[in-house]
Each structure stands twice: as C-alpha cells, then as structure tokens.
C-alpha cells in the first residue's frame, strides 16, 4: 500500500476522546493550569495500554506495516506493541501542518518521562519545531521567535499570549533547524533550564546560531523553574519583561567562556582568550571590533593583547603544512564532518570546540553549517587530507577524546593554583573518564 498518514489521524482522533475518559490524565493537565482551550487547540490528547491501541488498530483495519512505518508502533520477537503506552500526548506536526508524529509524558511512573515518535519518513525531529504550524504566523509578525524545551512550556506561553513560542523535540537545536529558523528572519529567543545540562545545550546552540549569522538572545530560568510555571504562578509581567530583554548571543557565549576558567591563574586565563577569540573570529569583522572590548573588560586585559587578525593575512583561507602534520586528526575530523553533515550533531554531543588545540574556529563553522566559508572550502578541496570511515569514526572519536583527557590530566597535575581537595577531585574525575575511555566507552 501507499505511505498515508491517516493511520495516525484515526488514532489522534481516539485518543482525545480517550482524555475525557481518564480522570487522571485530565486532572494533571488542571494541576499544571492547562485551560481546556489550550487541550484543544494543541489536540493534546491520551495513550492508553499497548493491548487497547494494538485493538483499535485492528478494528479499524490499518495495515500493521504502515502503523509500524508511521512510528506509532512497533515490533519485536515477532510481535507487535504500541509505542505510546499510558502517556499524555502531545501531536507534532510539520510547518505544513501536518501530524507527522507524537510527543508522549508519562504519568504512572515510565522510566522515560517523555518518548517522542522515532525517525520516520515523514518525522525528523531534528529539522521540526514543536507548534511552529500553530506559532508561524506570529513568528512573522512580531519578527521574535521563542525556543523552550518543552510541550508544556509552550502551551502555557501560547495560552499567556506568547504565540511565537515552539520547543525543540527532545533535542537541543541542530543544524537541521537552521533554514527553519531564516526562514522567517526572527530573532531567535532560547528559553533554556538554568541547570548544567540547560546551559550547555543554550552554549552550543548560541554558537551554533551566531556563527551562522542568526540574531538572537539567551533567557535562562533559575533551576526548578521554567515557563510552564511562571505562567502558571502569573509571573507573565515578568516573562515579558525577560523576552523583551534577552541577553545578546554574544554576550551570553563570552560569559560563559570567560566564568568557565580561574582568571586568577595567567595559564587559564590564556586559555578563556584562546576559546574565545576562537569564537569570535567566527563573526563578522564588524562584529568581532565591537564585542573585543568586551572580552577585554571580562579578562581584564588590554584590548591589544587580543589579536583577531593573523599576521599573515593567506591563514584565513589557508592551512599551513605544519599544521597539517601537528593536528592531522583534527583536519582529518573537520573535513568528515564537511563531507558528512548528517552526523554533525552525534559528534558534537562528544567534542566540544575547546577539544581542539589549533582548529576550534573551524570547528565552530562545521557546527554552524558554514560550509561556504572560506577556510572549509579549503579543507575540503585538501586531497592531503584523509576522511574518517563509518567503521573507523569511533575510534578515531575515541582516540581524539584520549589525547584531550590526557591533556587535561597533565594539566591538572601541574595546576598549582587550586586547594589540593579540588584538584584531586578534579584529577579523579579526569582518570574515571580516561578509564571509560580505554574500556572503549565514548564520554
């Protein structure tokens, strides 16, 4: 039969109806203030018991091949289950309009707190943005676009009056979304969790963004807080307030960077400026003059120490012979990358920029898809230049991530700068992941 769709719209049509029917589903969506126009204007709606939606199916004669095909089930040692079992649904649909696939939020307990459709033909999660169909139109109006990470916390922005609002799908920004986001040319908000793991995915996607010349801002909640409860607990004034005044890209990334090293210490302090000027000279010539100054003031040096042009003016599109032979698998790394942009986002959730010792500014650029510039251009046309084999990419990401752990650790060790309590921790820390590491687990 034909790849259709209307497998999933014959479900999403019961399981709304199965909502009304499940007192406790209906009754956590009222406790985290959800008004029944947003349950319907978003189609939110109840999965039941894999055993009930494996029926449904059959009674409405859908071909089990397709159901699987479509994400909403699955199959194993030769039986078929539902992929959504017990969770409160939340249908994804392309900018079209579309439903292409589903988030699900447990609420009896599931190991995983939400599961979202798999990879599908007509889903990937990395190129949609939740509620963008329901968003677009005020996107374009009000030429802002606020990114959250979650379903609920856009429902509770749209229904506070914050239609531009979208979330990622259980990702954090990629590659993928970059023509989605120029499409509209908006500025980009990141509403981002204050905890680690929020602000690392708000410093790659900052980066990600900036490099490829989108103008946007950083908003970061305080930890146990987000949107959704803001909302909730009427701060809307305040939320208002935060989105009219983002911090800048820019600013947010050099914060970061420059807080992340003991400025105290003249070695890490040569290091924040090695990380970011390497950022910088990933922007505009304009661009880079005017935020200088600032790097300066948060360094609290010169602003002539910071030297954003190369002596010799050919480095911008050249990659010199020594180099090449001191950092032969970051190149190596690089031009994969280049050639292979569909694995961008499962290298980067393992390397980070400040890996590399002389190429973090390309590296930028590859996350960026700045496939154009210059610099990328000539790696690639490099014949000198070997690419990494499918077979071959983890254990060249292996032995990559061993020579930085290593470095590390020498570093550490000769760090006199820290109370001894902290560098030990810090030591133990480095040694438990180069021990992962020699077990061939990837960190």
Known sequence: K?????????????????????????????????????????????APASAQTLQFLSSIHANMNQAVDLGVVGFDSGRYFARFIERIMFPIHSQSGKLVGFGGRTITGHQAKYVNSPQT????????????????????????????????????????????????????????????????????????DGDQAGLNAAMKAAKMLSAAGIDGGVVIFGQGMDPADMVKNDEVAKLKQMFSHPKPLPNFILEVISSSYNLQDPKDKERAMHEAVAYLKTLSPI????????????????????????????????????QMRKNA????????????????????????????????AEYNLVLASEFDHPILENIALDDSIHTITAENLRSEMLLFLKAYYKRQFQFLKMDQSKPYDERASSLRACKNKMDQLDAGKLV
């Open 2 to 46: 034909p790849f259709d769709s209307k497998i999933m719209e014959d479900l999403h049509t019961w399981y709304k109806k199965l909502l009304d029917q499940h007192p406790v589903a209906k009754q956590y969506l009222m406790d985290r203030g959800v008004y029944e126009s947003s349950i319907e204007k978003f189609g939110i709606a109840y």
């Open 121 to 192: 033909k007509i889903f990937n999660k990395s190129k949609i943005l939740y509620a963008y169909n329901h968003a677009r139109d005020s996107i374009y109006k009000q030429r802002q676009m606020i990114v959250t990470e979650g379903y609920l916390d856009v429902v509770m922005l749209h229904q506070a009056g914050f239609t531009n609002a979208v979330a990622t799908l259980g990702t954090a920004l990629t590659t993928e979304h970059i023509p989605l986001l120029r499409k509209s040319d908006a500025k980009v908000v990141m509403a981002y």
């Open 287 to 322: 661009l880079q003059e005017e935020y200088k100054g600032m790097l300066a003031a948060l360094l609290n040096v010169s602003q002539g120490v910071i030297r954003l042009k190369p002596s010799d003016p050919k480095r911008e599109t050249q990659v010199t012979q020594d």
């Open 329 to 360: 698998v970051e190149l190596s790394m690089l031009k994969t990358l280049i050639e292979n942009p569909h694995i961008i986002d499962s290298v980067a959730d393992y390397l980070d920029s400040s890996m590399f010792e002389q190429f973090s």
